[in-house]
T-cell receptor, first 114, second 113 residues
Framework: GDSVTQMEGPVTLSEEAFLTINCTYT??????LFWYVQYPGEGLQLLLK?????DKGSNKGFEATYRKETTSFHLEKGSVQVSDSAVYFC?????????????FGTGTQLKVEL | KAGVTQTPRYLIKTRGQQVTLSCSPI?????VSWYQQTPGQGLQFLFE???????NKGNFPGRFSGRQFSNSRSEMNVSTLELGDSALYLC????????????FGSGTQLSVL
């Protein structure tokens, strides 16, 4: 079945450091790929998405490129802020059965310090 | 526009009891999905409802069930609770169709003692 593997956390960075969170996937067909973010005590929010190979999703300084050849969708940000501290989830969308089921990675906690 | 509303926010139950969680989607959204989030298993898909019909189901035992009403509000029920059912249960809604943005509620934190 479909699966998503992302790097384990926590990842601790200083403010203005460069961020990379690795994500690879296994899927049949051509899934859409997503990054969701979860702030403490809240539900998940969509951060960015890409629907086909070589697409780049971007939002709030974060970006990720859909790489079909390496089955990857790594999240990057050039300069992180303390307010980026959260848990980040990589996910893919399975359209089996006419519905829309998301398969998530285990999440990577990011801590940004001053 | 109000977001996805889940009630209650916290629940404490004992083993063997049953529980019902409620989710009100964003106005106009007709699809509602449920996910279970635990530290060990992460986020796992429970089921999706669209126009009162279950469209997709995850790999959970029959103790987990759900339904959707004509106003798109959804409930999920867990019977004969087990300790392992302790989790954050998240509801998400979207307008309809595929690959569209999912909007998540803040979840119901269920603790089974």
């Amino acid at each position: 079945g479909d699966s998503v593997t992302q790097m384990e956390g926590p990842v601790t960075l200083s403010e203005e450091a460069f961020l990379t969170i690795n994500c690879t996937y296994t899927a049949t067909g051509y899934p859409s790929l997503f990054w969701y973010v979860q702030y403490p005590g809240e539900g998940l929010q969509l951060l960015l998405k890409a629907t086909k190979a070589d697409d780049k999703g971007s939002n709030k300084g974060f970006e990720a490129t859909y790489r079909k050849e390496t089955t990857s969708f790594h999240l990057e940000k050039g300069s992180v802020q303390v307010s980026d501290s959260a848990v980040y989830f990589c996910a893919l969308s399975d359209l089996t059965g006419g519905g829309n089921k998301l398969t998530f990675g285990t999440g990577t906690q990011l801590k940004v310090e001053l | 526009k109000a977001g996805v509303t889940q009630t209650p926010r916290y629940l404490i139950k004992t083993r063997g009891q049953q529980v019902t969680l409620s989710c009100s989607p964003i106005s106009g959204h007709r699809s509602v999905s449920w996910y279970q989030q635990t530290p060990g298993q992460g986020l796992q898909f429970l089921f999706e409802y669209f126009s009162e019909t279950q469209r997709n189901k995850g790999n959970f035992p029959g103790r987990f069930s759900g339904r959707q009403f004509s106003n798109s509000r959804s409930e999920m029920n867990v019977s004969t609770l087990e300790l392992g059912d302790s989790a954050l249960y998240l509801c998400a809604s979207k307008v309809t169709g595929t690959n569209e943005k999912l909007f998540f509620g803040s979840g119901t934190q269920l603790s089974v003692l």
